[in-house]
């Protein structure tokens, strides 16, 4: 699958588990291990999935993540699913009726580092494909995890909602973004890094511009000898925050001196 590299260890250190309650097609539970394995999660739990479910199509829909579809583990009762697990985060988009402090996927990926760090057990809970986890399962949970949403469509799939908590989750812990290719590295950060290119140096910038003001002036561009120091003020201001790389500058050069040379040819009169 493209942008899945198995040679890369794809465990990060303790992290929470992913608990599905009553999830109904093996799609969508293949799916869930998908989002689970983008993000770090390796522990899934399905507490009573429905009966015949299929597992070779959760297999099929998890794609590069079937390990983990491989090692979940099946609870009867979401009890048993939660026994060993120090701290429970319960995800629904709607308001329920209890005292239960709510948090953003930003702030329980945040709670979740440092109470892993304190060396506790964490797991996080996805209700049904349909209506989510009931006031019971809740109550089951010490908080509620609420994303921001348009309210007026707010539902989110199961896959969704786990890749949206495992994102944040991930952050902290991502060294880069995206995957590298063996012709270039993962990004570090944003925008385009082409192999063997670098910023150029401010002298190499200063190279270009008194090529193009010396250019410029033959070609008569400036109006006025009192506006040319404003006029290639403005064109310096104007390529500085385009942070040229080398290759880019020599480019630009080579635009210079070709228009140059038309110039050229025809004040001789040659079009050739």
Do not use: C
Not at 1 to 15: E, H, L, N, V, Y
Not at 61 to 80: N, P, Y
Not at 207 to 217: C, I, S, V, W
């Amino acid at each position: 699958m493209a942008g899945t590299d198995k040679t890369r260890d794809m465990k990060f250190g303790p992290s929470p588990s992913v608990v599905l309650v009553n999830p109904q097609l093996g799609e969508n539970i293949g799916m869930a291990a998908r989002a689970m394995a983008n993000f770090g999660l390796m522990d899934l739990r399905l507490v009573s999935p429905r009966e015949g479910w299929d597992r070779e199509k959760a297999t099929g829909a998890a794609s590069g993540a079937a390990e983990t579809v491989e090692f979940m583990t099946i609870h009867s009762t979401l009890e048993d699913g939660l026994r060993e697990f120090n701290f429970i985060y319960a995800t629904t988009a709607r308001p329920r009726d209890m005292v239960k402090e709510v948090m953003t996927p930003e702030q329980a990926a945040a709670d979740m580092h440092k109470r892993i760090a304190r060396g506790e057990k964490i797991a996080i809970l996805f209700g049904r494909e349909r209506w989510g986890l009931s006031n019971d399962e809740i109550s089951k949970a010490d908080v509620i995890i609420s994303a921001p949403v348009n309210p007026a469509y707010a539902s989110l799939n199961i896959a969704q909602a786990v890749l949206l908590v495992g994102y944040e989750w991930f952050k902290p812990l991502a060294t880069s973004l995206g995957q590298g290719t063996s012709e270039l590295q993962a990004l570090a950060g944003p925008g385009l890094r082409m192999p063997n290119t670098e910023l150029a140096s401010k002298d190499i910038l200063y190279g270009m511009y008194d090529h193009l003001e010396e250019e410029l002036a033959v070609a008569g561009f400036f109006k006025s000898p009192e506006k040319r120091p404003t006029v290639m003020r403005n064109i310096r201001n104007m390529f500085a925050k385009a942070q040229l790389s080398i290759q880019e500058v020599k480019s630009l050069r080579g635009i210079i001196s070709s228009l140059t040379r038309l110039h050229e040819r025809r004040k001789e009169g040659r079009d050739d």
